[in-house]
């Protein structure tokens, strides 16, 4: 093969293998042209005739002739014209072949490029891969492994490229073979593969140029660990003659013995442990060898272990002793040998948990195989069978959540409580309902489970399973005896849950067991109040089939309509509204639905309302209509809607407020334009006198300053105690309004029926623009009037303001409840359990792309979100109060500690002034800061 590459020695020969005289010499002038890499003279040939793949007496063209030599460009020129790259020799090499034997990797390179086929096998087996092996050329191999090549392909005699590479002492060669062989994700360096495939002469030739025998994975495990996890006792004694450290701590601080333990590999712990391995290593969880053993019951290496010493007690970072994972692998054998080595059997966790707890709550992958072997070894050794947790969870608990039912009979049997209750008082029983085991819960029902046990919020297991739509387990507890009436502390039936969380059927059960349909919550909610909050449609026609009056009141007198409306489903309202529902019923407030949906904005809602003749002019008993909601929350299509079906744009709360004045109130320029359009009066006085102007300067609300200025709002127009909007604007320090009047007429020297200009306001409170505004235009002699007036504490002057209340958001207080119960039972669950059984996580790792798999089992249970405070309804407090013009913020501390600062800054700054005031008689500071202004600061903080 060698000398295929080679020219034929003589012309006679070429005419031997097929040449005519006469196109001879031109063949041959062409194959030599083209191994010479003479491009001219072969494009010369080549138009003149000659054809591109003529070939010598050995079958090699001009192609295969180039390509041993590196001539690329005729290559490239050749592959141009229509030379087939993949055309083969007589002993079936390609130019791939032949340019991958010759090193030639710019010729490979291109010969890929140009589709030649990196797999391809000569007669002989020959892949181009091999051959660039063989010959050493590591980085044609390297371009060839890239690119597809597969070094499974062996010769006919059964030698692949890495066989030959070693066959050749090629070290590097061997490396790039080995590390691309890896399976999986994660790429393996060398030395490892050698480890993981027991490949005693790749690794003694890599080990002959890598001295370190402890190289590194990303994951920083060595060769040793590769060779314990699969075994392979050759290599790692020849790891460990040459200087491997047997106690080499990996990811996690893992070292051999920990990976040889945890896959049953005796001969090398055996090994391991000859030349110095540590017994009881801990990895970052504090897991021993033994613990490694003990949770994948290789029962042989637990036994070795203990005779070799191996601590038993041994605890890892949760506090699980090799015991608690032998019961949670459900190992009996391994369980007994550590018994029979006095392994304490109730020993505990840092939550508590005891082996019997583990077993319990493993139980349900052992069940599946009616497997209770680890309990029963368990409680012959005399295990607590009423050990609790930190939680109050028993192993009875725990196995009736998981399902276990196998073992919750055999501990039954064996003398367990069917009634023990957690801290949070649930019973097992509480604890299948709330996992759905239904046949956990048959179980227990036949051995005497009381069926109306309560939990610390007076939940029942009835009330679980209803809130979870387990029918099964309802007609269980039903058929036993279950209350279908019982509350909880919060005056919660099931039935009330159900309509919660729109569980039809087991409404239906609950209403054929004499469920109580008009049973008022804690809040005054009834079921169908609950059906309405959360749009449960079908179980508000069910209630309603079977005789819930439509407008059952609540608290304070909220019918499910009321409800419907705030929530804005709008599909219980339509039914509600079918069965004859008024749409015009008042709450205790005088709140009717309109009036809550025009707050809210829910256009359909008010709509389906308004064509059910809902009253646009109904009043609460605060006198409000929908409009004057509509108005302050700034609802210009509600408005307009609310309008077009005959609201009294005009019409007056019993304070006077109309809807301008709300708008005034809160900036709601859109709505305004709304009103005006349909005539509404921009000057109209409340009970105490204030325009609509005058609100919006007290306010500060300059966009609505400037829309009422400009249709027609008076300036100068007094409220009964004779403040002008002027005056108004002056009291709240709002400069930008102050400016604004100014320039469109408003009159600086008004005073109040005591005598106040707005500048002499300005001056008592403090307020320094505001005062240097309306100094340069108020008349001197009123200025000199006001300042003789008494310097009492001045009272400032507010407009009425809606004090009205609105639906309470809360959440219902039952379901709350339940879903604390809930919640903090999956905590339970979660803390005390699954994180307890986790600490074995990293000690499955290598698999071949050395993948990390975890002990820790997550249980996907059910979690309830908590609706947030701003949007959730109380069952009926009838309206919380909404006082407007409150500036006063939620966080009390955090204005209280405001406070403080700025009365320390403001006494700094009286003190600065009255000592200056006492050593200077020309003072500037005191233009800005008069003694009254100062004394008005000081009681404005206190």
């Not at 014209?81 to 030639?104: C, F």
């Not at 759905?436 to 819960?441: I, K």
């Not at 829910?602 to 008993?621: E, F, V």
């Not at 077009?644 to 407020?657: F, R, W, Y």
Request: net charge negative; glycine share 6%.
């Amino acid at each position: 093969m060698a000398g295929e590459g080679d020219p034929p020695p003589d012309l006679n020969n070429r005419v031997r293998s097929g040449f005519v005289q006469g196109e001879g010499s031109a063949s041959a002038s062409f194959l030599r042209a083209a191994r010479a890499g003479n491009l001219d003279k072969v494009l010369e040939l080549l138009r003149g005739g000659t054809d591109i793949n003529t070939c010598n007496a050995n079958g090699l063209n001009a192609l295969h002739l180039a390509s041993k030599e590196g001539h690329s460009e005729v290559v490239r020129e050749l592959l141009k014209r229509g030379a087939h790259v993949d055309s083969a020799t007589k002993k079936g090499n390609t130019a791939l072949h032949i340019s991958s034997l010759a090193g030639q990797s710019l010729i490979v390179t291109i010969l890929v490029e140009n589709g030649a086929n990196v797999n391809v096998q000569s007669l002989n087996g020959f892949t181009p891969l091999y051959m660039a092996a063989q010959e050493n050329h590591e980085d044609v191999v390297r371009f060839l492994l890239s690119h597809g090549a597969n070094q499974a392909l062996s010769t006919e005699d059964g030698f692949t490229p890495l066989a030959v590479a070693l066959q050749q002492g090629h070290d590097r060669v061997v490396a790039v073979l080995l590390e691309n062989d890896a399976r999986g994700k994660v790429r393996l360096p060398a030395l490892h593969i050698a480890a993981k495939k027991d490949d005693i002469r790749a690794a003694t030739l890599l080990l002959q140029n890598e001295h370190n025998a402890d190289v590194t994975s990303k994951s920083g495990f060595t060769p040793l660990h590769i060779a314990a996890h699969y075994g392979n006792e050759n290599v790692a004694q020849l790891l460990i003659d040459k200087g491997a450290n047997v106690n080499y701590q990996a990811r996690h601080n893992i070292s051999p013995l920990h990976v040889a333990t945890k896959w049953g590999r005796t001969n090398m712990v055996e090994l391991l442990l000859k030349h110095g391995a540590i017994i009881d290593s801990r990895t970052r969880d504090l897991l021993t060898p033994l613990h490694c053993a003990s949770r994948s019951g290789h029962d042989q290496v637990v036994d070795l272990l203990l005779e070799k010493g191996a601590p038993i007690s041994a605890k890892t970072k949760n506090g699980l002793a090799p015991l608690h994972m032998a019961a949670q692998g459900d190992h009996v054998d391994s369980a007994r040998i550590l018994l029979y080595h006095r392994a304490p059997v109730d020993d505990v966790t840092v939550d508590y948990l005891t082996p019997l707890h583990v077993a319990a709550h493993c139980g349900h992958v052992s069940a599946e195989r009616l497997h209770t072997a680890v309990v029963e070894l368990l409680l012959k050794y005399h295990a607590a069978i009423e050990a609790t947790t930190e939680s109050g969870l028993s192993p009875l608990h725990v196995a009736s959540f998981m399902g276990a039912i196998n073992i919750v009979i055999y501990l039954l049997q064996q003398g367990a409580n069917p009634d023990v209750a957690t801290v949070r008082g649930e019973t097992p029983l509480h604890l299948a309902a709330r996992a759905n085991q239904t046949d956990v819960v048959r179980v227990l029902i036949r051995n005497g489970a009381k069926v109306d046990a309560q939990a610390r919020e007076l939940q029942t297991p009835l009330h679980i399973a209803s809130r979870l739509g387990n029918t099964d387990i309802v007609v269980l507890l039903l058929q036993a005896g279950a209350n279908s009436n019982a509350a909880t502390r919060d005056q919660y039936t099931p039935l009330h849950i159900a309509a919660k969380e729109g569980q039809e059927e087991v409404a239906a059960i609950l209403l054929d067991h004499n469920a109580e349909k008009t049973a008022l919550t804690k809040k005054g909610f009834t079921p169908l109040h609950l059906a309405s909050k959360y749009g449960n449609v079908e179980v508000a026609k069910l209630l309603l089939e079977r005789g819930t009056p439509v407008d059952i009141e609540g608290k304070n007198q909220v019918t499910p309509l009321h409800v419907a409306a705030h929530y804005n489903n709008d599909k219980v309202a339509m039914l509600l509204l079918e069965n004859g529902a008024s749409a015009k019923a008042a709450a205790k407030n005088g709140y009717t639905p309109l009036h809550i949906a025009a707050k809210k904005n829910q256009m359909d809602i008010a709509g389906t309302l308004l064509q059910y003749h809902a009253d646009p002019n109904a009043k609460s008993r605060a006198g409000f209509t929908p409009l004057h909601l509509a108005a302050q929350e700034g609802h210009r299509e509600m408005s307009a809607l609310l309008i077009e079906n005959g609201s009294d744009v005009g019409a007056k709360a019993n304070n006077g407020l109309t809807a301008m004045h709300l708008c005034a109130q809160e900036d709601r320029v859109p709505v305004a334009e709304e009103l005006v359009k349909h005539n509404a009066d921009v000057n109209s006085q409340t009970n105490a006198g204030y325009t609509p102007l005058h609100v919006a300067c007290h306010f500060g609300q300059l966009n609505m300053v400037r829309f009422l200025v400009e249709h027609g709002a008076n300036v100068g127009e007094t409220t009964h105690a004779s403040y002008t909007p002027l005056h108004q604007a002056a009291q709240q320090g709002h400069n930008h309004c102050v400016r604004y009047l100014l320039e469109h007429g408003a009159s600086p020297n008004a005073q109040t029926t005591n005598g106040q200009t707005p500048l002499s306001i300005a001056q008592r409170l403090g307020y320094v623009s505001v005062v240097e505004t309306l100094k340069t235009v108020t008349e001197t002699t009123v200025i000199t009037e006001t300042t003789t007036v008494a310097e009492d504490r001045y009272k400032p002057q507010n407009p009425e303001a809606m004090n009205e209340t609105m639906f309470s958001e809360s959440e219902d207080e039952g379901a709350a409840a339940e879903h604390e119960a809930h919640v903090a039972h999956v905590k339970d669950f979660s803390d005390t359990l699954t994180q307890g059984l986790a600490d074995s996580t990293g000690v499955h790792m290598i698999h071949t792309g050395e993948q990390t798999t975890s002990l820790q089992r997550n249980h996907r249970l059910p979690y309830f979100q908590l609706l947030s405070k701003s949007a959730e309804f109380d069952g009926g407090t009838a309206p919380r109060v909404v006082t407007v013009a409150s500036t006063e913020g939620p966080d009390k501390l955090d204005e209280l500690i405001r406070r403080a600062q700025v009365c320390i800054v403001v006494y700094v700054i009286v003190i600065v002034v009255f000592l200056t005031s006492f050593f200077s008689k020309e003072c500037s500071m005191l233009r800005f800061f008069p003694k009254p202004a100062c004394r008005v600061l000081v009681q404005l903080f206190f």
